[in-house]
């Protein structure tokens, strides 16, 4: 899902009510890909690593929340990902959405673009205690759809993704699409780099 749109009105509209300065959508697009908290600090401070202070965070928080929940549901699929979708369930595929979006933005969003009906399994930020790159989600779907790690290929776009297919020791396919703070992933760190996610198709078979 394209969401950077969203989430950057959501981050604008947030800081605008701390009486601090917006934000250009690219910086704040390099700043996606490790989940909704860590958006909001490197936000506040504008690194990526950086600490807010406590009661900064506190306030911004639910703040962020109230405005991206108005208008998730606005951001599109990329290209070709609803023919792929389809194409990988009919060849008998079996499917599932793991993502560190909270729960209470996942589902609105993957029902509203109709991708919903694909997965099997959705596992959000929030489904467990740790979230990418920690290998639990994928573990977890795993456990819920009786799939062995060794039969697993997560397909994302960031090195926090390449990160937990390592931790799970599954294989990972990355798309070049999507958020990794402006930084390309190595052909050598995955087991292929595809151009959109039908191509997954190819390989597989």
């Given amino acids: 899902m394209h969401t950077a749109p969203e ?3 959501a981050v604008n509209r947030m800081l605008a009510s701390l ?6 959508e690219n910086q704040i697009t390099a700043y996606i890909g490790e989940g909704a908290q860590i958006l909001i ?35 599109k699929p990329y290209p070709q990902v ?37 997965f099997e399994c959705v596992v959000s930020g929030d489904t467990l205690a740790k979230k990418k790159p920690a290998p639990d989600q994928i573990f977890y779907a795993c456990e819920k759809m009786g799939v ?11 090195k926090t993704d390449v990160a937990a297919a390592k ?12 958020y990794n703070q402006n930084r390309e992933i190595s052909l ?5 780099k595809i151009i959109h996610l ?8």
């Fill in 7 to 9: 989430l950057s009105r």
């Fill in 82 to 118: 609803v023919e792929s979708l389809q194409a990988l369930k009919e060849a008998g595929y079996r499917l599932a959405c793991v993502t560190n979006k909270p729960d209470r933005f996942t589902l609105p969003l993957l029902e509203s673009s109709n991708l919903l009906q694909y």
């Fill in 19 to 24: 009486k601090k300065p917006a934000i250009d």
């Fill in 41 to 75: 600090k490197r936000c506040l401070t504008g690194q990526l690593d950086g600490e807010p202070e406590v009661a900064e965070y506190e306030q911004a928080q639910p703040l962020f929340f109230e405005y991206y929940a108005q208008i998730v549901t606005e951001s």
């Fill in 188 to 192: 050598s760190d995955v087991d292929a």
């Fill in 167 to 178: 931790n799970a020791a599954c294989f990972i396919f990355t798309v070049p699409y999507g």
């Fill in 148 to 158: 062995a790690i060794d039969e697993v290929v997560l397909v994302g776009d960031s």
């Fill in 198 to 205: 039908g191509e997954a198709l190819d390989l597989l078979d």
